[in-house]
């Protein structure tokens, strides 16, 4: 197997990767989510960039962006970035102080693809 070869790792069944849903595995030290949309397949980095909640952990898919469940977070999946940021728990000072904890910053993201049966991520890209 050439070097090439080796940066792709399998994280999931491409079966089991339905339309607007979210996978995620340990990779090494590393937690990727990978995600199917109208779009394409991709890769993120899995732990939100608010409060590292696991993105893969009740995470969705809607209107095209990746949605934390715990404070409502999105992601632009292609390319990582913020769509919106902690705008959950909508109880006005509480939700505000939790949106203020980390400043908005984009999710890493990584290449993505489809063989033989398997959605593999490129861990060096
Ligand atoms: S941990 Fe994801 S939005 Fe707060």
Not at 25 to 46: L, Q
Request: hydrophobic share 30%.
């Amino acid at each position: 197997m050439s070097e090439e070869e080796r940066r792709w790792k399998k994280v999931c069944k491409s079966t089991k990767l339905k339309m607007n849903k979210v996978k995620g595995k340990t990779i090494g030290t590393k937690m990727v989510a990978v995600m199917r949309t109208e779009e394409g397949v991709f890769g993120t980095n899995a732990l939100c960039r608010h409060m590292a909640w696991p993105l893969h952990w009740g995470g969705k898919i809607k209107d095209g962006c990746l949605r934390c469940p715990l404070h409502q977070s999105s992601y632009h999946p292609e390319d990582g970035s913020v769509n919106e940021w902690s705008p959950a728990p909508y109880f006005p000072l509480y939700g505000k102080m939790l949106g203020k904890l980390r400043k908005p910053s984009s999710l890493k993201t990584y290449d993505v693809r489809e063989k033989d049966g398997y959605v593999e991520i490129d861990m060096k890209s």
